[in-house]
T-cell receptor
Framework: SAVISQKPSRDICQRGTSLTIQCQVDSQVTMMFWYRQQPGQSLTLIATANQGSEATYESGFVIDKFPISRPNLTFSTLTVSNMSPEDSSIYLCSVRASGRNEQYFGPGTRLTVT | GDSVTQMEGPVTLSEEAFLTINCTYTATGYPSLFWYVQYPGEGLQLLLK?????DKGSNKGFEATYRKETTSFHLEKGSVQVSDSAVYFC?????????FGKGTKLSVKP
């Protein structure tokens, strides 16, 4: 399984600001994903991060609010823009290798917006 | 659409008790099925998986069998430990992504 790290591990941010979360994988992977886990809830897929092209967003999530970059096969960033308290969540990146059907998750970034 | 339903928690058990967490999925196609575990303050870890009917996934004493006829993938463990206290998520593959259940919190008391 891949080793995945995320930065920062947690942050407290003020309303109206933006935060960029980094996800680094120790090997090249085909697919990278970003999920949100609101307090006490399950995981919701935000988008699939595509290498070299625009991310594919799920219903209810838009690029202006959650811009994503994926410059290569081992790294991706998710930005949470113009934050409000409703954005307080854990944000997780995950990866899936080519030919595999399971995903492996990073440790998550715990975001609190005040 | 695709969905996963798992039993509501929280579940509280004494150490060495038998654990069952129920999970059912919508039966479109033949999805891969997974159980993930989230320990307090951590990310999700893949616990076990099954990719076709009658497959049994197992890991760390946990087991789950892919039951096509009942569209179920119940998680079981014969004797739980305090260290098993965590949130357990059932998930199904869906067009290359994962659909998660709502999670079941397990607390094991000594």
């Amino acid at each position: 399984s891949a080793v995945i790290s995320q930065k920062p591990s947690r942050d407290i941010c003020q309303r109206g600001t933006s935060l960029t979360i980094q996800c680094q994988v120790d090997s090249q992977v085909t697919m990278m994903f970003w999920y949100r886990q609101q307090p006490g809830q399950s995981l919701t897929l935000i988008a699939t991060a595509n290498q070299g092209s625009e991310a594919t967003y799920e219903s209810g999530f838009v690029i202006d609010k959650f811009p994503i970059s994926r410059p290569n096969l081992t790294f991706s960033t998710l930005t949470v823009s113009n934050m409000s308290p409703e954005d307080s969540s854990i944000y997780l990146c995950s990866v899936r290798a080519s030919g595999r059907n399971e995903q492996y998750f990073g440790p998550g970034t715990r975001l609190t917006v005040t | 659409g695709d969905s996963v339903t798992q039993m509501e928690g929280p579940v509280t058990l004494s150490e060495e008790a038998f654990l069952t967490i129920n999970c059912t999925y919508t039966a479109t196609g033949y999805p891969s099925l997974f159980w993930y575990v989230q320990y307090p303050g951590e990310g999700l870890q893949l616990l076990l998986k099954a990719t076709k009917a009658d497959d049994k996934g197992s890991n760390k004493g946990f087991e789950a069998t892919y039951r096509k006829e009942t569209t179920s993938f119940h998680l079981e463990k014969g004797s739980v430990q305090v260290s098993d206290s965590a949130v357990y998520f059932c998930a199904r593959g869906s067009q290359g992504n994962l659909i998660f259940g709502k999670g079941t919190k397990l607390s094991v008391k000594p």
